[in-house]
T-cell receptor, first 114, second 114 residues
């Protein structure tokens, strides 16, 4: 049973480009959470999705960031017109029920904006 | 609001030394409490958890006891090894939340020397 899969592991983008980060949850998991880890900080919640629905996006920046979890395929975190401050590690987690089981984390995508 | 305050790092110890990493929390009701570990270049792995007051979580020689009276969940290990070198995160999941969203501390870097 594969764990939470994130790709790419490392992503370099120039300022103004778009970044797309992918997350495939564990098999049987329908809840996905995205977190951002800035240098020297803990993880901060960004968004919680179920299939085809955004449940809680209270941690998402108001502009340039969006997330989706389509019926088929991985969850995507999209950052438009990236800036240097977007450089961080982005982690995805999944679980199988609404908070009553532990969340399993992927290995993260390390985004560097140059 | 819900939050976690974690002992500032870095912590440097010699092999076989005793480890304590302090964690206190603010939350209403009885949240679930977690310790996650992040090895270099990896994602977060659940180390241990406790879901109600006075529960003790334990794994790989690490222990933490859920203390409601002091709102604490300190991580301890009697004899650390070089392989324990990692970043440790304390986290909580509010009972009132059905969303499975975690609140993390800032993390504590542990380095163990042989």
């Amino acid at each position: 049973n594969a764990g939470v899969m994130q790709n790419p592991r490392h992503l370099v983008r120039r300022r103004g480009q778009e970044a797309r980060l992918r997350c495939s949850p564990m098999k049987g998991h329908s809840h996905v959470y995205w977190y951002r880890q800035l240098p020297e900080e803990g993880l901060k919640f960004m968004v919680y999705l179920q299939k085809e629905n955004i449940i809680d996006e209270s941690g998402m920046p108001k502009e340039r960031f969006s997330a989706e979890f389509p019926k088929e395929g991985p969850s995507i975190l999209r950052i438009q017109q990236v800036v240097r401050g977007d450089s961080a590690a982005y982690f995805c987690a999944s679980n199988s029920d609404r908070g009553y089981t532990e969340a399993f984390f992927g290995q993260g995508t390390r985004l560097t904006v140059v | 609001g819900d939050s976690v305050t974690q002992m500032e790092g870095p912590v440097t110890l010699s092999e076989e030394a005793f480890l304590t990493i302090n964690c206190t929390y603010t939350a209403t009701g009885y949240p679930s409490l977690f310790w996650y570990v992040q090895y270099p270049g990896e994602g977060l792995q659940l180390l241990l958890k406790a879901t109600k007051a006075d529960d003790k979580g334990s794994n790989k020689g690490f222990e933490a006891t859920y203390r409601k009276e002091t709102t604490s969940f300190h991580l301890e290990k009697g004899s650390v090894q070089v392989s324990d070198s990692a970043v440790y995160f304390c986290a909580l999941r509010p009972l009132s939340s059905t969303l499975g969203r975690l609140y993390f501390g800032r993390g504590t870097q542990l380095t163990v020397w042989p």
